[in-house]
């Protein structure tokens, strides 16, 4: 696939400089289709006899399988879950922490973390990174793990500047459980998340795929709790609801995703194009030239992932709301002062110069 093959399968890209994966990607022709001709066959031949069942049981399996191969995992160790935040919330409720245990995140998390971790029951310790240099991430972060330490929960990617943290630095110098945010990463970045204890993937940002949709890897089922059943989730039940669970992570799967959602994010990890991260990245670096060039306070620093974020003075929601009527979809970051970029494998120089025009007329 070469890159204006890659381009011509987003229909919004004919209008919009899309700059705005990082909250929920493009949707794809393909995908779309997908989507449509599964409804289509839910409208004519209903969603009651079981072949209906078979093909749901069936697709599941294969996005199960994708999602797995995505992050590097093996099959039986993927769960599937519509969000990040899900994902989060079955980790947090399977753990059993309690008021003598303490979780260890940051600054620079998104709620849909923060919010999992502050239900727990653990004390929440917090490491400041979000006004730190990328470069002092690590020890900053293990300087909040102590002997009452139960798990450390950060994101890959922080979604407020588009730092990389140190994970595989991170594993090494912590014994505790790891529980990754890879809501800004996976389809972003290349990821590996086999040596960590708990993985999310987000099916509707990078990914392109609908929302909601996304996946859990569990690296050992047989230590979490499954606080939080479905149907999904059991071998075999009695009547007064004991249950046997499913072999691996399937026992985590939270419920029911409707068909169209599993065929739409199966058509849209298809499509991926083996070059997207060096493209994107590249693009990335392009994209912060150019804002530094036009004299914005950029605080994303050089040589992360696709995410790039500026200071901006003034209504950042206005900011944003004028660039969408422009035709340039970013993100404003509330209570930040920030306004951010996302720069995928589709991003065009075309792109780039016409958020580069808009920000100068919204300056004015």
């Known amino acids: 696939m070469t890159f204006e093959e890659a381009r011509a399968a987003f229909p919004v890209l004919e209008r919009y400089a899309y700059l705005n994966a990082g909250s929920v990607g493009p949707l794809s022709q393909r995908t779309h289709d997908a989507l449509v001709e599964a409804e289509r066959d839910e409208l004519l031949y209903g969603r009651a006899a079981w072949p209906y069942f078979e093909r749901m049981l069936e697709a599941r399996g294969r996005l199960r399988a994708a999602l797995a191969a995505e992050i590097g995992v093996e099959v039986e160790l993927m769960s599937l879950t519509t969000s990040t935040t899900e994902g989060c919330r079955i980790v947090l409720a399977g753990l059993g922490l309690g008021p003598d245990d303490e979780v260890v995140t940051t600054d620079a998390e998104h709620f849909g973390l923060l919010g999992p971790l502050r239900v727990s029951g653990a004390r929440v310790r917090v490491a400041e990174v979000r006004n730190r240099p990328a470069g002092e991430a690590l020890e900053t972060i293990l300087a909040e793990v102590g002997p009452h330490t139960k798990l450390v929960a950060v994101s890959h990617v922080l979604w407020i500047n588009g730092h990389v943290l140190p994970m595989d630095e991170l594993r090494a110098a912590v014994s505790v459980p790891i529980l990754v945010d890879g809501a800004q990463s996976v389809g972003a970045i290349p990821v590996e998340a086999a040596p960590f204890d708990f993985y999310t993937v987000s099916g509707q940002k990078w990914l392109c795929g609908p929302a909601p949709s996304g996946g859990l890897y569990v ?28 072999d691996g992570a399937q026992r985590f799967d939270p419920g029911w995703i409707p068909v169209p959602y599993l065929e739409a994010l199966l058509a849209a ?24 060039e036009l004299g914005c306070d950029v605080v994303t620093e050089p040589g992360h992932s696709n995410l790039v974020s500026w200071r901006w003075e003034g209504d950042t929601h206005a900011a944003a709301s004028a660039l969408g009527e422009n035709r340039v979809h970013i993100r404003d970051l509330p209570g930040t002062g920030l306004l951010r970029a996302s720069c995928g494998y589709w991003t065009s120089e075309d792109d780039l110069t016409r958020l580069g025009a808009a920000l100068e007329r919204s300056a004015r």
Do not use: M
């Not at 298809?270 to 530094?292: D, G, I, K, V, Y």
């Open 219 to 246: 690296r050992d089922p047989e230590r979490l709790v499954v606080s939080l059943p479905s149907y999904f989730s059991q071998a075999r039940y009695e009547p007064d609801g004991r249950f046997e669970p499913r």
């Open 269 to 292: 990890l298809a499509e991926l194009p083996e070059w997207r991260f060096e493209r994107s990245r590249q693009t990335a670096e392009r994209c912060r030239e150019l804002l530094l």
